[in-house]
């Protein structure tokens, strides 16, 4: 297997992958069950992230915010339109559309799956034809703004469960932190 196009992100439960500051601290520390949260790491052989993703980390301790907190290594692609001398950070910086990027990046995964971060980058794949699998993570809170998980036009795009064909939706039953 290998060669799949993944976006692996994990959303608020009113849709945003970032606060509005960029904070995704709210992310961690939370036990995501399923195969798919142990397993997905160890598909990906590389990663394509966007500069706004690049420009937060390099503002950062990399130890902190290194993916997968260090439980991954690989080839790492930077998208941008102004790619700077150098970074501080062990990335490599691209100014490709999507199709050439995604390309590039299958050739150094090494035969292994290739993961999307953010949103912007994961858009413009499905739109292109080019995602095979969304791991999406529900966190349970309302950020009530941010960085929307798929800002986009166009029809409704459904989607199916890629472990149980007939049960793409889900349930989850929350109460705000502090009510009995
Ligand atoms: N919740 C999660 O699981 C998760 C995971 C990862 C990241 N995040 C968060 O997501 C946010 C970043 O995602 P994002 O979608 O907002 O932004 P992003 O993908 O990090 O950056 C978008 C920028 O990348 C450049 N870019 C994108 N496509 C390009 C292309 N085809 N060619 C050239 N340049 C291109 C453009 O920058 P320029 O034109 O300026 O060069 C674009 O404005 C951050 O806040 C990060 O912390 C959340």
């Keep these: 297997?290998?060669?799949?196009?993944i976006w692996h992100v994990a959303t608020s439960l009113d849709g945003y992958i970032a606060a509005p500051d960029g904070d995704v601290g709210w992310v961690f520390g939370h036990d995501f069950p399923g195969r798919e949260a142990e397993t997905t790491?160890?598909?990906?052989?590389?990663?394509?992230a966007g500069r706004v993703w690049h420009d937060e980390c390099a503002a950062?301790?990399?130890d902190v915010v290194v993916p997968?907190?260090?439980?991954?290594?690989?080839?790492?692609?930077v998208l941008t339109h102004r790619p700077p001398d150098a970074?501080?950070?062990?990335?490599?910086?691209?100014?490709?559309?999507?199709?050439l990027a995604i390309r590039t990046a299958r050739d150094a995964a090494c035969g292994k799956d290739v993961g999307l971060f953010g949103a912007d980058i994961p858009r413009q794949a499905l739109e292109a034809g080019l995602l095979d699998e969304i791991i999406v993570h529900i966190v349970p809170i309302l950020l009530g703004g941010g960085r929307r998980l798929c800002a986009r036009d166009g029809p409704p795009i459904r989607l199916v469960n890629t472990q149980d064909k007939d049960h793409a939706a889900a349930t989850l039953a929350l109460r705000p932190e502090g009510k009995r």
């Design 68 to 77: 997968y907190h260090g439980r991954w290594s690989g080839p790492i692609f």
């Design 60 to 62: 950062r301790d990399w």
């Design 41 to 48: 790491p160890g598909r990906i052989g590389a990663i394509i």
């Design 87 to 99: 970074s501080p950070l062990p990335v490599t910086f691209l100014t490709a559309d999507i199709n």
């Design 1 to 5: 297997m290998g060669g799949s196009v």
